[in-house]
């Protein structure tokens, strides 16, 4: 399938590795022009070599703080000036720290809010301008929004906010032709979830094998998603292909969510 996405300008944040580095490669596999960013220039910088190199196409790294409203407004403006608009805009962001509700003070909601609700809240805002009919925003969240996870308490409670906003947008942007989408990654074998392993390995005192065959043993294809399985399916909602599916939310999961939506 021809999905259409040649020349097509894309932001991805949070990219310089994971799931925001898969997206960011398989766009840039299909003729899109990617502007990528992460906190870190020199991962930011190497990332975007590494995938122009694999791909061929045209990809840039800016270092950008996400918790940073006006660090995400600069990098936006830059982008889409630099390319005369935008068609694809994937916020994305690193999940907030592990911890369930008692262990945690206002302080750490006060930082995980911005760096999970606000920063979306924040691209929206600042990318609207830039793009016109048939663009597409894709929002990131977790199967945290279906099923809450104690251990993950804020991000739980900050990416049902992002859930609702995505809802909130996919209608009131539908007008201007602009669609928006929300996907929802299962246990997709990244750092991330790597590390969230370790951690719950640490404190069950068990080995790291073992939780991961745990989790393995209650995901129906019995096993962790591969990023770039993750990848094209966000390839898929922000393409052409998708010209009719907005306010639509799809998991990548492994069929680990059972509920009937």
Same mark, same amino acid.
């Given at each position: 399938?021809?999905?259409?996405?040649?020349?097509?300008?894309?932001?991805?944040?949070?990219?310089?590795?994971?799931?925001?580095?898969?997206?960011?490669?398989?766009?840039?596999?299909?003729?899109?022009?990617?502007?990528?960013?992460?906190?870190?220039?020199?991962?930011?910088?190497?990332?975007?070599?590494?995938?122009?190199?694999?791909?061929?196409?045209?990809?840039?790294?800016?270092?950008?703080?996400? *918790?940073?409203?006006?660090?995400?407004?600069?990098?936006?403006?830059? @982008? &889409?000036? /630099?390319?005369?608009? =935008? #068609?694809? %805009?994937?916020p994305n962001a690193g999940g907030p720290p592990v911890g369930t509700f008692d262990a945690t003070d206002p302080s750490d909601w006060d930082a995980a809010y911005s760096l999970t609700l606000r920063s979306a809240m924040s691209f929206a805002a600042a990318s609207k301008r830039h793009m016109i009919s048939g663009s597409a925003f894709l929002f990131m969240t977790s199967i945290s929004v279906r099923e809450p996870i104690s251990m993950l308490s804020m991000?739980?409670?900050?990416?049902?906010?992002?859930?609702?906003?995505?809802?909130?947008?996919?209608?009131?942007?539908?007008?201007?032709?602009?669609?928006?989408?929300?996907?929802?990654?299962?246990?997709? *074998?990244?750092?991330?979830?790597?590390?969230?392993?370790?951690?719950? @390995? &640490?404190? /069950?005192?068990?080995? =790291? #094998?073992? %939780?991961?065959?745990?989790?393995?043993?209650?995901?129906?294809?019995?096993?962790?998603?591969?990023?770039?399985?993750?990848?094209?399916?966000?390839?898929?909602?922000?393409?052409?292909?998708?010209?009719?599916?907005?306010?639509?939310?799809?998991?990548?999961?492994?069929?680990?969510?059972?509920?009937?939506?």
């Amino acid at each position: 399938m021809d999905l259409q996405l040649r020349g097509k300008r894309a932001v991805v944040a949070a990219a310089s590795s994971g799931l925001g580095a898969a997206i960011a490669h398989s766009l840039a596999a299909e003729g899109c022009v990617v502007e990528l960013c992460s906190r870190s220039a020199e991962q930011a910088t190497a990332t975007a070599e590494r995938i122009a190199k694999a791909t061929g196409g045209v990809v840039r790294g800016t270092q950008v703080d996400v *918790a940073d409203d006006q660090a995400i407004r600069v990098w936006i403006d830059d @982008a &889409a000036g /630099r390319h005369g608009g =935008l #068609d694809i %805009v994937i916020p994305n962001a690193g999940g907030p720290p592990v911890g369930t509700f008692d262990a945690t003070d206002p302080s750490d909601w006060d930082a995980a809010y911005s760096l999970t609700l606000r920063s979306a809240m924040s691209f929206a805002a600042a990318s609207k301008r830039h793009m016109i009919s048939g663009s597409a925003f894709l929002f990131m969240t977790s199967i945290s929004v279906r099923e809450p996870i104690s251990m993950l308490s804020m991000s739980t409670v900050f990416r049902a906010g992002v859930t609702s906003l995505s809802k909130l947008l996919a209608n009131d942007w539908a007008s201007d032709g602009i669609r928006v989408n929300h996907l929802i990654p299962g246990r997709i *074998a990244t750092e991330r979830v790597a590390s969230l392993d370790a951690s719950a @390995a &640490a404190a /069950r005192g068990v080995a =790291l #094998d073992d %939780v991961r065959a745990s989790n393995e043993s209650i995901i129906p294809l019995g096993r962790y998603g591969k990023p770039e399985e993750y990848a094209a399916a966000a390839t898929f909602l922000v393409s052409p292909a998708a010209s009719y599916i907005t306010g639509a939310t799809l998991q990548v999961d492994g069929g680990v969510i059972k509920g009937i939506q």
